[in-house]
């Protein structure tokens, strides 16, 4: 996928060097791997989707990293045009959370307690309930039967170059770049 911004646009909240090493080698590499273990796997047609849903091994782990990574990627603007939800999306996380604020710190404290390599997401379930999750490594809601709406990646690659062990210091940040009207249309 291509970068829905400049590479130094996130800049101070992602670096210009942290988005050359998360898209241009780490999520590259993830590409590159699956477009190497496609052929003769029964998955050339499928999408990454079905992948996620079916396939084991070296073709899930690769195919998990480009879905959640196209999720990730696709969510920032360098100027959003609003800083919290509307709509639909606002009234849900008022009724499933009580408050956006409080929303966002247990969104947050997922992230930071997530022990390891993983994501933490917010998803809808089949009734539009919103819930927040906590992901080890490649997996993605999808397998859960959930629609993902948000992930924050906490793979250190994600954050070490600007933040070093501050993981929380990370992740309270990527609020002012969230998009909230991709998230909005996700939920949909
Ligand atoms: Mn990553």
């Known amino acids: ?9 996130l800049n101070p909240v992602i670096s210009r060097e942290t988005i050359d090493f998360h898209h241009g080698k780490h999520l590259a590499a993830y590409v590159n791997n699956l477009n190497a273990l496609l052929p003769g796997s029964g998955f050339e047609e499928a ?3 079905e992948i996620v849903c079916k396939a084991t091994g070296g073709i899930l ?12 990627f696709g969510q920032f603007s360098e100027k959003p045009a609003k ?9 849900a996380i008022e009724r499933d959370f009580d408050s956006f604020t409080a929303f966002k710190e247990a969104f947050q404290k997922a992230g930071a307690t997530l022990f390891g390599s993983g994501w933490v997401w917010l998803s809808a379930d089949k009734e539009g309930k919103l819930v927040i999750t906590q992901e080890t490594n490649a997996a993605n809601p999808v397998q859960k039967g959930l629609k993902p709406l948000l992930t924050f990646d906490v793979w250190e690659h994600a954050y070490y170059l600007d933040y070093q062990n501050r993981r929380p ?3 309270s940040a990527l609020w002012q770049i969230i998009d909230w009207d991709v998230i909005e249309k996700r939920y949909l």
């Open 1 to 9: 996928m291509a970068l829905p911004f400049e590479a130094d646009a």
């Open 83 to 91: 800083t919290e939800p509307a709509g639909k999306l606002a009234e």
């Open 47 to 49: 999408t990454l989707i």
């Open 169 to 171: 210091d990370h992740l």
């Open 61 to 72: 782990n690769n195919a998990g990293q480009i879905l959640n990574h196209e999720l990730y």
